[in-house]
Structures are given as C-alpha cells and as structure tokens.
C-alpha cells in the first residue's frame, strides 16, 4: 500500500516505532536566526547548487547516461562509489525542497531522476561501475567495490523524497533496489556483507518508512554476519572493514572511523526496531568507550591516515588529526538514534560539540570549499588548492572546492539541510530542546498540540528564551538541556520567578502552561582553559580554550612580526579573557637554536626555547580557521 505523507513522520530522517523519545521534522522545527540559520541559508543559496555543478563537471551524472547508452565500461568516470554521490545530493535537496519548497530545486532534483531510471536493471539492480560486458560482475568485490554502500545511500535519499514529497518514481526505484538487495543477499543468497557499512541503517529507516518488516530482517542479516571474516584480511585487517569482531562484541570502536560510524548508528536502530536491550546496550557502552579515549576535543574521531581510522587509546594527535568530515556527520548520527533511545543529555552534548566544531567548519563561510580532514595543528601554511581542479588530497592544508573523494561536501549538505530535526523531540506529554538557535517549534502532545518560540543568540550568548505560543488544558513538560560543560553558573527562571542554578543535564520544567509563559536559561560561556587527559601524549603540557561548545584556536595571521603559531607559549598564569578584540590570551615568543641533532644530554630539565616578552593575542573559533588564506593554527598551545 502506498506510504502516505503524514504529520508523523514528515520530514524526519529517523523515525523510530520504540524510544524514551520521539524525533519532529524538519515541518514542525523551523530554525528562524542566528548561526545555523545561516548555514541553512548558505546551503539552500550555494552549498547544494556548488556540490551539484561538481558532479555534474565531474562526470558522475554522466556515468547514468553512459550506462544507459551502453559506453561502459570506458565512459566511467570516479571511483566505483561516485553513484553515491550522486544519491546523497539527491538526499540534500530532498530536505531543502521539504524545508523550503524550492520548486526550481525540485525540478533539477527530477531531471537526475530521469538520468537515473533508465539504468536500473529490471530485478532491481543499480549501478554503474559494475554488471556491463567489459566491467567487473555483480558483487564480485565486496571488500572495494561499494555497491551496497551505494544503495544505502539510495535508500536514504528515497526516505527523505517520501517524508517530504510523497511516494514517487525515485521512491519507487529504491523500493525496487531494496527488494533486489532481499532477493539477493536475504537467507540463503549471498552471506556476506559491504566493505564500507550503510545499508544497514538504511534498510531500517526503509523499513520504517515502508512499514514492510523484510528491510528490517535483511538490515539484521547484514549486521550479524559481520564480524565473522566474511570479508577478505587485507593489509589494515578486518578490523578495518568492521568485519573482525561481531558488533555486539566491540568494545570501542577501531577500524576506519566512517564506517564504524555509520554500522553503530545501524546497530541502535536494528536494536530499537527489535527491542533488543543487549545491541542496545553494547552499542552505549562502545560508543562510551570510543569519546572518553579514543575523541578529539572538537567531537571529531579518527586519528589516522593511514586507514582514515581510529588509533588506540589515547592516541590522539593534534597535527595527524584526520577527523574526517563525514565521520563528524556519522557521530551525529549515533548520537541522535541513542539520545532518541534513552533520552540521555550526553548524546545531545556530543551532537553539539561535533556540529559546531567539526561539521560547521567543514564548508567556507560561502559554501564553495571545503576540508575533508581537520587537523587540530596546521604546520605549514599550505598552498590554496585550484579552484577548478579536483583535489587529489583529502588532507588539503586549506579548504578545496572539490574532491576525487568528494563524500563529505554531499554529506554536510544533507545535514545542514535536515538539522531542524536534531533540535527537538517529544515525549507524551512533554517537548524537549536539545539544541538552541533562534526558531519556533510545533509538536503534538498525547493531550494536544503545543508550540514555542525561542530567541537566543547562541552561541555567542547564553541566555535562551523559550516562550509558549500554544498551549493544552493540563499540565505538560518542558524540558532543556545543561550542557555537560556548564558544570558551574547556568541558572533558571520562569517568568518572573527567580533565577535558580541548575546542573548539567537534562532539566525539566512541569506545569500547566499558559500563552506567553516563558522560560530563560542562561548558560555560562565565559572563555576557559581546557586541559587534555596527561595519557594523550602528544599534547602533555598543553591547554586549549573554549567558550561554551566552541573551540577556539591560534591562527597566525593574529600574530605580530610574521610568526607561526609554533613559535609562541601560552602564559597559563593569566587567564583567557573576553573583550572587545574577542577572546585573547597571553602568549609568550620562543626562540631556538637549531642544531644538527635534536635532541640533548641533560641532567634531567627539559630544555626550553629563549623567552622574548609577553604579548595578547586574538584567538578565533575553530570552524572559522582558515578563511585568511595560508596559515598556521593550533588548537593545543603548549606551556612548556
């Protein structure tokens, strides 16, 4: 029976059956001001457009032409992923036509779909790298070759089109790749997995929308045969492909970070869908295990190159920072579905923590450039890339407009283009706000619906006002959000009570609310020293700074004379302060002696640099580095 749009689920990216909470769509959350409304903007003026003109450069639209007119496998263009690509944007301008109602949007979004259809295969099948005379068979290479990966990401798109549009041909092309993948990988077809996990979330959140349970046992299929080496050792080892220890085994996440990302937040949905407490709660526990030793201060995860992976405990260097991009977007995602699940305030710190300082900064201020790494410490101050070349780096020391890799710029897309969804959830009878940004925010309770305005100037400003401007006859629940890291001076007050101090975590305010109640939370954003765990090394004696859930940084253009930010102490005696140049410190010049050996006997000192005279210096946000051109920056100043 056809999936009809309706307010349950319209324009949710999750829609869960089971959960302490329940998530509202990008229809009942309107951001209206302020930072991510900004973002917004960006993405629905010139972050989408820009992703779609480089696909279209790059050849990816044209590989569904050349399949269709038999020019494979010559024709092809990108790697055996680019289709995803593709699929993801269709995905972030399903949203923005969903939040915005674009209809020239709309219109491009249905000439892909007419480049698309054509190439699907009538069992279902989609692709265009594989399955052509001349081109490698079917699934013959699970490890690399992404097919599966590539239909997620169909799937999803396919999920945002209905819970914004309605069932369509693109809903229906899913529909007919999702039964394929049953027919084909279900109990007794082809036992093994993808190399790169997402099908796994996808068919969930299908099955969600189809309200057809055989998505969800295929997703269940998939994420209990790995694990199970059903995958080739290659030079990384499973453990890369996730495929060395079953899920509900892992005790901390290892192994390529997106990945291992995107199969958690597959595994808590399978784990809700099928109330299966024990999933659910291996997944808390590796996810816990993962951002206390294995998590960057910015929320970003993944400490190697080589690999693009999680590094052991601890390990977790400032300058060989990968934190991809996308593993930002997939941290957001696991942290969604458990808060969703448990209610706890600490997945929403991290979804914040990680939009701010990882997702945020992925895009330039225009939404022409990105990073697809982010280092904590920029060395050298790097070469702007070409603005009409593919980036062959994805650790490019400045932001490139484009990538042979270009997974991360579709990703930001989608997110920035579906966040509305991440600020707020309901319960029966309570509304939750988990993220501030000036909006209004509808919701239907058990006795009725409510709605709220809130004006903040976040995070620039800690005060949030939450006004009611509807209401129901009995008593309900607002609920707001501590962070964790205002664990001294937050306070409360309901109209014109006084304010009262509250602690980190979820705090409710209960009672039968009238129109123009208000509640103010004020929350303290006074700039702080921050110090690193001592077992992390590779910043021992170091301290960062920070201002409510941004990270703030060291960049040399804010520094006299030409110096790079390696060349300078931080003076720890005198605390960060907030003035009118924004958010300074006292640091310290060093100069060294280079010699021919860099190292030296000592009775047991450590050898310092020559002091020059103390000075204040401008630090910025993180997600802002590296709009000035060439320069260096580090989060992590040392001391010493």
Same mark, same amino acid.
């Given at each position: 029976?056809?999936?009809?749009?309706?307010?349950?689920?319209?324009?949710?990216?999750?829609?869960?059956?089971?959960?302490?909470?329940?998530?509202?769509g990008?229809s009942?959350?309107?951001?209206?001001?302020?930072?991510?409304?900004?973002?917004?903007?960006?993405?629905?003026?010139?972050?989408?457009?820009?992703?779609?003109?480089?696909?279209?450069?790059?050849?990816?639209?044209?590989?569904?032409?050349?399949?269709?007119?038999?020019?494979m496998?010559?024709?092809?263009?990108?790697?055996?992923?680019?289709?995803?690509?593709?699929?993801?944007?269709?995905?972030?301008?399903?949203?923005?036509?969903?939040?915005? $109602?674009d209809?020239?949007?709309?219109?491009?979004?249905?000439?892909?779909?007419?480049?698309?259809?054509?190439?699907q295969?009538?069992?279902?099948?989609?692709?265009?790298?594989?399955?052509?005379?001349?081109?490698?068979?079917?699934?013959?290479?699970?490890?690399?070759?992404?097919?599966?990966?590539?239909?997620?990401?169909?799937?999803?798109?396919?999920?945002?089109?209905?819970?914004?549009?309605?069932?369509?041909?693109?809903?229906?092309?899913?529909?007919?790749?999702?039964?394929?993948?049953?027919?084909?990988f $279900?109990?007794?077809?082809?036992?093994?997995?993808?190399?790169?996990?997402?099908i796994?979330?996808?068919?969930?959140e299908?099955?969600?929308?189809? $309200?057809?349970?055989?998505?969800?046992e295929?997703?269940?299929?998939?994420?209990?045969?790995?694990?199970?080496?059903?995958?080739a050792?290659?030079?990384?080892?499973?453990?890369?492909f996730?495929?060395?220890?079953?899920?509900?085994?892992?005790a901390?996440?290892?192994?390529?970070?997106?990945?291992?990302?995107?199969?958690?937040?597959?595994?808590?949905?399978?784990?809700?869908?099928?109330?299966?407490r024990?999933?659910?709660?291996?997944?808390?526990?590796?996810l816990?295990?993962?951002?206390a030793?294995?998590?960057?201060?910015?929320g970003?995860?993944?400490?190697?190159?080589?690999g693009?992976s999680?590094?052991?405990?601890h390990?977790?260097?400032?300058?060989?920072?990968?934190?991809?991009?996308?593993?930002?977007?997939?941290?957001?995602?696991?942290?969604?579905?458990l808060?969703l699940?448990?209610?706890?305030?600490?997945?929403?710190?991290?979804?914040?923590?990680?939009?701010?300082?990882?997702?945020?900064?992925?895009?330039?201020?225009?939404?022409?450039?990105?990073?697809?790494?982010?280092t904590?410490h920029?060395?050298?101050?790097?070469?702007?890339?070409?603005?009409?070349?593919?980036?062959?780096?994805?650790?490019?020391?400045?932001?490139?407009?484009?990538?042979?890799v270009?997974?991360?710029?579709?990703?930001?897309?989608?997110?920035?283009?579906?966040?509305?969804?991440?600020?707020?959830?309901?319960?029966?009878?309570?509304?939750?706000?988990?993220?501030?940004?000036?909006?209004?925010i509808?919701?239907?309770?058990?006795?009725?619906?409510?709605?709220?305005?809130?004006?903040?100037?976040?995070?620039?400003?800690?005060?949030?006002?939450v006004?009611v401007?509807?209401?129901?006859?009995?008593?309900?629940?607002?609920?707001?959000?501590?962070?964790?890291?205002a664990?001294?001076?937050?306070?409360?007050?309901?109209?014109?009570?006084?304010?009262?101090p509250?602690?980190?975590?979820?705090?409710?305010?209960?009672?039968?609310?009238?129109?123009g109640?208000?509640?103010e939370?004020a929350?303290?954003?006074?700039p702080?020293?921050t110090?690193?765990?001592?077992?992390?090394?590779?910043?021992?004696?170091?301290?960062?700074?920070?201002?409510?859930?941004?990270?703030y940084?060291?960049?040399?253009?804010?520094?006299?004379?030409?110096?790079?930010?390696?060349?300078?102490?931080?003076?720890?005696?005198?605390?960060?302060?907030?003035?009118?140049?924004?958010?300074?410190?006292a640091?310290?010049?060093?100069?060294?002696?280079?010699?021919?050996?860099?190292?030296?006997?000592?009775?047991g000192?450590?050898?310092?640099?020559?002091?020059?005279?103390?000075?204040?210096?401008?630090?910025?946000?993180?997600?802002?580095?590296?709009?000035?051109g060439?320069?260096?920056?580090?989060?992590?100043?040392?001391?010493?």
């Amino acid at each position: 029976m056809p999936h009809s749009v309706t307010r349950l689920d319209q324009g949710r990216p999750v829609a869960p059956t089971r959960g302490t909470l329940r998530p509202l769509g990008i229809s009942e959350v309107r951001i209206t001001d302020g930072f991510w409304a900004d973002r917004q903007d960006i993405n629905a003026r010139t972050l989408i457009e820009h992703c779609e003109q480089w696909i279209a450069r790059s050849g990816w639209v044209d590989n569904f032409d050349a399949a269709r007119e038999g020019r494979m496998p010559g024709a092809h263009t990108g790697r055996e992923f680019a289709d995803s690509d593709v699929y993801k944007l269709l995905e972030a301008m399903a949203w923005e036509i969903g939040r915005s $109602g674009d209809q020239g949007m709309n219109a491009r979004f249905e000439a892909l779909v007419d480049r698309i259809e054509p190439v699907q295969e009538p069992d279902g099948y989609l692709n265009t790298y594989f399955g052509r005379p001349g081109q490698a068979s079917r699934y013959s290479d699970l490890e690399w070759g992404h097919e599966l990966y590539c239909y997620g990401h169909l799937l999803q798109a396919a999920v945002a089109r209905g819970r914004t549009t309605g069932e369509d041909r693109f809903v229906e092309i899913a529909r007919r790749a999702a039964d394929h993948v049953c027919a084909v990988f $279900g109990a007794g077809g082809i036992e093994r997995v993808c190399g790169h996990p997402e099908i796994e979330v996808a068919l969930v959140e299908f099955a969600r929308y189809t $309200g057809d349970d055989k998505y969800l046992e295929q997703a269940r299929l998939f994420v209990e045969r790995r694990g199970h080496h059903t995958l080739a050792d290659i030079e990384f080892g499973r453990a890369y492909f996730q495929d060395e220890t079953p899920l509900r085994d892992t005790a901390v996440m290892a192994g390529h970070a997106v990945r291992a990302l995107y199969l958690a937040a597959g595994g808590v949905d399978l784990a809700v869908e099928t109330d299966d407490r024990e999933l659910l709660e291996a997944l808390r526990r590796q996810l816990g295990e993962t951002v206390a030793r294995r998590t960057y201060l910015t929320g970003g995860m993944g400490a190697h190159h080589e690999g693009e992976s999680f590094g052991q405990d601890h390990e977790l260097p400032a300058d060989r920072s990968y934190s991809e991009s996308c593993a930002g977007v997939g941290s957001v995602m696991v942290n969604f579905r458990l808060l969703l699940a448990t209610g706890e305030a600490e997945y929403a710190d991290l979804i914040e923590r990680t939009l701010y300082n990882v997702v945020a900064g992925s895009p330039n201020e225009t939404g022409t450039a990105f990073f697809y790494t982010n280092t904590l410490h920029q060395r050298v101050r790097g070469e702007v890339p070409p603005e009409n070349e593919l980036s062959p780096r994805a650790s490019s020391s400045l932001r490139a407009p484009w990538f042979e890799v270009s997974c991360c710029p579709t990703n930001v897309a989608r997110t920035f283009a579906s966040l509305g969804s991440y600020l707020a959830t309901t319960s029966a009878d309570g509304l939750q706000i988990h993220q501030y940004a000036g909006a209004s925010i509808a919701a239907d309770l058990d006795a009725g619906p409510v709605a709220v305005q809130v004006e903040t100037r976040y995070p620039d400003d800690g005060l949030v006002r939450v006004s009611v401007t509807q209401t129901v006859d009995s008593e309900w629940e607002i609920g707001l959000r501590v962070p964790g890291w205002a664990d001294t001076g937050a306070t409360l007050r309901v109209n014109d009570s006084a304010a009262e101090p509250v602690g980190p975590g979820a705090v409710p305010v209960r009672r039968r609310f009238a129109v123009g109640d208000t509640i103010e939370l004020a929350l303290p954003i006074a700039p702080r020293f921050t110090a690193p765990d001592p077992r992390i090394d590779a910043v021992r004696g170091s301290l960062a700074v920070e201002a409510g859930p941004i990270v703030y940084c060291l960049e040399s253009p804010d520094l006299p004379g030409g110096l790079d930010v390696d060349a300078v102490r931080l003076d720890a005696s005198a605390p960060p302060t907030l003035g009118t140049d924004g958010i300074t410190v006292a640091l310290v010049p060093q100069s060294f002696d280079d010699g021919a050996w860099p190292y030296r006997t000592t009775d047991g000192s450590l050898p310092g640099g020559t002091a020059g005279a103390a000075f204040a210096a401008a630090l910025i946000p993180y997600h802002r580095r590296a709009n000035r051109g060439p320069a260096t920056m580090r989060v992590w100043m040392p001391c010493e």
